[in-house]
């Protein structure tokens, strides 16, 4: 390391989006590693539209590890975090920076400390994904700070053990979280369907009903279902692992009549799971179920669908459109059924690709 108490920092950003599910997780078999009860499907967004950007740094004057999010400092000592930084940590390696003239050798990284400072483009803890987004730039940042040799599927069984939601941020397109059989977790990974491009007519929505934080986290509320619902072994074991199959196909086919049915059952079955909790769990409000309903009566009276409609831990709607002449009718439908400041004004619309991670240099 170059000299005592030099003054150097040595900073490293990046970019990375977040990913909405079609066929949902929810329910873990290992807390601690973060190992899910069922496959999930996801599609990962473009990160100009929603995205986290971490920006970590390193620095021989820090004495702690610290994080802020969203300007505001928070404790990195929980399990998660500490995992993440541990398993970054133990696979640095030697890192010479000529312009700084400094040297970093793989023993000294396990006692430097780092600062953390992260951002999200979009509501945090509202049930759009903040935690995948978030972990999986925390892991990636980390890694290209550290000089992390890893590919990306080592990066992204690090990101699941942040949240299970993030090991599919690590890939753009359409990815699928295999659950795994192993105990140690090393066969619980993700892996890209499709890459962006494939099947690039659909159009993301995202019609935020409210940005505020949610009361039960993702965390506790699938804890909660896994001890409390008898609902959630049938969907896990009998549902989930046939609509994976007629997902992949689906979106192998580009068939989105498929799509849309299978989307709109498992975001209606993950929230009928989650009212089987006790004590029972809402996400969705009444706005939600307006959206619902308007999307539910159009592909109705379509004969077909036009739009699927998917809702996370949160009352706010994600909607991906067959294509953008539909997209541009959803706005309007969204318009005229909750218009600019009424009751149910819904704040913001986002239009959203799908896409690939980047890398903020
Ligand atoms: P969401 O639906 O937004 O994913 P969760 O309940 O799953 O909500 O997770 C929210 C938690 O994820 C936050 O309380 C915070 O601990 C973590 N998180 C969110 N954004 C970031 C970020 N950019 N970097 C690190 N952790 C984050
Ligand atoms: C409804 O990944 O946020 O968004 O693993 O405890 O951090 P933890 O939970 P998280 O759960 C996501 C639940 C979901 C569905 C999904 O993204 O698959
Ligand atoms: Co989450």
Redesign the pocket.
Known sequence: MAGEMQKWVLMATAQTPTNI?VI???GKRNEDL?LAIND?I?VTLDPAHLCTTTTVAVSPTFDQDRMWLNGKEISLLGGRYQNCLREIRSRATDLEDEKQGIKITKREWEKLHVHIASHNNFPTAAGL?S??AGFACLVFSLAKLMNVKEDQGALSAIARQG????CRSLYGGFVKWVMGKEENGSDSIAVQLADEKHWDDLVIVIAVVSSRQKETS??SG?RDTVETSMLIQHRAKEVVPKRIVQMEDAIKKHDFAAFADLTCADSNQ?HAVCLDTYPPIFYMNDTSHKIISCVEKWNRSAGTPQVAYTF??GPNAVLIARNRKTAAELLQRLLFHFPPNSDTDLNSYVIGDKSILQDAG
């Open positions: 599910a949902k997780y929810w973060i999930s996801s994904a935690s995948a949240s299970g939601s993030a993702s965390t699938m993950f996370d831990a």
